[in-house]
């Protein structure tokens, strides 16, 4: 079992809609957990981060944390073309601060 | 957010050369860390780059591979030694930690594009 999963994708919706990001991960002491968007050919940038159940919304992104069920997700409201990338979920590992990647997501969003 | 720099940006070496890619951060930052992203694929962690002492690897990578000097709390180099094909990569640094700011998720830079003839 990889530490970290992510669904490859693609993941394709229309403009406008909302794009729904999952990660799994097997680690149970994890405590930050971060989303992480990569255009092609650049460097990833951080977009959001979380460390306590629930939900966390900044803008258009929303992060959900399930630690019981080890869940992360990323919500992205009104999906713009722009948005278009591959997302990476990463997981601190044993409460260090390194962390773990998952495969990634490419989200496709079309007009 | 800190501003960091690579260089080389991008670099074709020959087998069996080495590469130094150094990594300039424009604050202090306690953690830098060295990361590898094959073709079509996500992230591995190289190792982290210590102040003041020898760096951390992980299980995969070692230090005569991987030489990584970090003299300071903004600077760090990480030297690809004999290089082969299978060498060719994006090298990313990262930071985390930026002194004042908790928790605050770790940073990369540009990345270094090599390939390896």
């Known amino acids: 079992q990889k530490e970290v999963e992510q669904n490859s994708g693609p993941l394709s919706v229309p403009e406008g809609a909302i794009a729904s990001l999952n990660c799994t991960y097997s680690?149970?002491?994890?405590?930050?957990f971060f989303w992480y968007r990569q255009y092609s050919g650049k460097s990833p940038e951080l977009i959001m981060s979380?460390?306590?159940?629930g939900d966390k919304e900044d803008g258009r992104f929303t992060a959900q944390l399930n630690k019981a069920s080890q869940y992360v997700s990323l919500l992205i409201r009104d999906s713009q073309p722009s948005d278009s990338a591959t997302y990476l979920c990463a997981v601190n590992s044993r409460g260090y601060n390194k962390l773990i990647f998952g495969a990634g997501t490419r989200l496709a969003v079309h007009p | 957010s800190a501003v960091i720099s690579q260089k080389p940006s991008r670099d074709i070496c020959q087998r069996g050369t080495s590469l130094t890619i150094q990594c300039q951060v424009d604050s202090q930052v306690t953690m830098m860390f060295w990361y590898r992203q094959q073709p079509g694929q996500s992230l591995t962690l190289i190792a982290t780059a210590n102040q003041g002492s020898e760096a951390t690897y992980e299980s995969g990578f070692v230090i005569d591979k991987f030489p990584i000097s970090r003299p300071n709390l903004t600077f760090s180099t990480l030297t690809v030694s004999n290089m082969s094909p299978e060498d060719s990569s994006i090298y990313l640094c990262?930071?985390?930690?930026?002194?004042?700011?908790?928790?605050?998720?770790?940073?990369f830079g540009p990345g270094t594009r090599l390939t390896v003839t």
């Open positions: 680690d149970r002491v994890s405590q930050s």
């Open positions: 990262s930071v985390e930690d930026i002194m004042g700011q908790m928790d605050s998720g770790q940073y």
């Open positions: 979380i460390y306590s159940n």
